[in-house]
């Protein structure tokens, strides 16, 4: 996003200015008689401090549960864009911190080669590295299983090896404090783990090319609208918990919809195609709930747009809308929801029909391919009415979401957009609103309801 934009650029120049700027150099210095060997000793010890200083918040943003999470709002999502540079920035740290001082001891290098201290330094670097090339994109999306075990033990590996570099010299602190904010991550995933209860067990069904779930919970879990959690299924994933929507939660049973794809997911469906009735009961342990509500009931006009799965994360909030409408002292807005799905079966994986006639206007669009497509679909399709009808609107194509964003934001009063989908669906939304922001007189708010690796 642009404030995540603005963020990550202030952090860049920052980095530039602390590494660059009010370096010692003097004359009459008898360890370092010149200023080329001044500014080369320097530039290596400073690069060092800098990229020691990373450490900590690399774990801190990696970390499901951080206090600067806690204090700012910031998603999941964002905490991962910053984790993402800050260690993009301590590699580029180390890197000429291990560039430069190997040209400062270029003389004796081979005798530094023989201290232990030295060559843990090499290993240091080197793991860095395989860390940084293996969390590429392309690798970490085609696969992410592969991907988060080697991230783990070479991520271990590392901070034992540079404890090993640097103990002597006593910048362990920095090594200590990673240490501890991991430490309170993980303190925390296990109380919320007994919580919700370690000897739970989920009923997973294999039904319209989706897996629905259903979890009882040992205790509450207070999860709110737009709450998803972490999921850990032993008999598919050994050390893996992955996140997952909270589509409902009824007296302590939450409701989820999966979407098979790679990995584990993939194997889960293996495991309920070979079933009888495509049905499974397995044991799960739930770590949540996480997520930040929002406040589309404080809005007059509020637009959904889903795309496929998206639905999950948008579902939680029509029955939170449903239920206010309910309410005689409520201001009821005007609510549509757009959803995309690329068969008609996936329309059945939630129930829509309670919606019909609560003043929630529904228009579904069954797209027949790729749903992450923004274009309209060849015929036009019709344009929203903005009338509750008595029946579920099913059309065929894909929808003008920029017209549909356009004329909805349109209407008099503050409106609001939610859209979870594709990435192509989230831009075009995003972009769309950003040139009605330009003209509008009315408060608009756009939330974009995304889950990145």
């Not at 696969?143 to 783990?152: P, R």
């Not at 893996?240 to 919809?257: A, G």
């Not at 979401?401 to 349109?410: F, G, K, L, P, R």
């Amino acid at each position: 996003t642009r404030g995540e934009s603005l963020i990550v650029l202030g952090y860049i120049v920052l980095y530039i200015v602390f590494l660059c700027v009010r370096y010692p150099v003097y004359d009459g210095n008898l360890t370092m008689p010149t200023a080329h060997a001044q500014w080369t000793k320097y530039l290596a010890d400073r690069s060092a401090i800098i990229a020691m200083a990373h450490i900590p918040l690399i774990m801190l943003f990696a970390a499901r549960n951080n206090i600067l999470a806690w204090l700012t709002g910031w998603s999941f999502e964002a905490m991962n864009v910053f984790h993402r540079w800050i260690a993009r920035g301590m590699w580029v740290a180390a890197l000429i911190h291990a560039s430069v001082s190997t040209y400062v001891s270029r003389d004796i290098y081979k005798l530094y080669l023989e201290d232990p201290w030295f060559r843990c330094g090499i290993a240091s670097m080197v793991l860095v590295s395989c860390i940084l090339i293996l969390a590429a994109y392309p690798f970490r999306s085609r696969f992410y299983e592969c991907f988060y075990y080697l991230h783990f033990f070479f991520v271990l590996a590392f901070i034992i090896v540079l404890w090993q570099h640097i103990y002597k010299v006593g910048y362990t602190g920095w090594i200590y404090g990673a240490v501890a904010f991991w430490g309170f991550d993980r303190i925390l995933r296990v109380l919320r783990l007994l919580w919700a209860g370690i000897w739970t067990t989920g009923t997973f069904k294999l039904e319209n090319s989706c897996v629905h779930v259903s979890i009882k919970t040992a205790r509450p879990l207070n999860a709110h609208t737009g709450s998803y959690i972490f999921l850990h299924i032993p008999k598919v994933g050994i050390l893996q918990t992955h996140p997952f929507s909270v589509c409902e939660n009824k007296d302590n049973t939450l409701s989820l919809i999966i979407k098979p794809r790679d990995g584990i997911t993939k194997t889960l469906m293996k495991l309920l195609q070979n079933s009888s009735d495509q049905t499974a009961e397995l044991s799960v342990w739930v770590d949540g709930v996480y997520g930040q509500r929002l406040p589309v009931e404080q809005f007059d006009n509020v637009l959904l747009i889903g795309g496929g799965v998206g639905i999950t994360a948008l579902y939680s909030h029509l029955h939170a809308l449903k239920t206010d409408m309910k309410k005689e002292e409520t201001i009821k807005p005007n609510v549509l929801f757009v959803w995309v799905v690329r068969e008609p079966s996936s329309i059945e994986w939630v129930e829509l029909q309670q919606f019909v006639n609560s003043n929630i206007e529904i228009q579904l669009y069954v797209s027949g391919d790729n749903t992450s497509s923004t274009e309209p679909c060849d015929i036009e399709p019709e344009k929203p009415s903005f009338i509750t009808s008595t029946e579920l609107d099913i059309k065929n194509g894909r929808p003008n979401v920029s017209a549909i964003i356009e004329e909805w934001t349109n209407q008099p009063g503050s409106s609001a957009v939610a859209v979870c989908g594709p990435s192509s669906l989230s831009d075009q939304c995003r972009i769309t609103v950003a040139k009605v922001l330009r003209k509008s007189n009315h408060r608009l708010a756009y939330y974009d309801e995304v889950f990145t690796w």
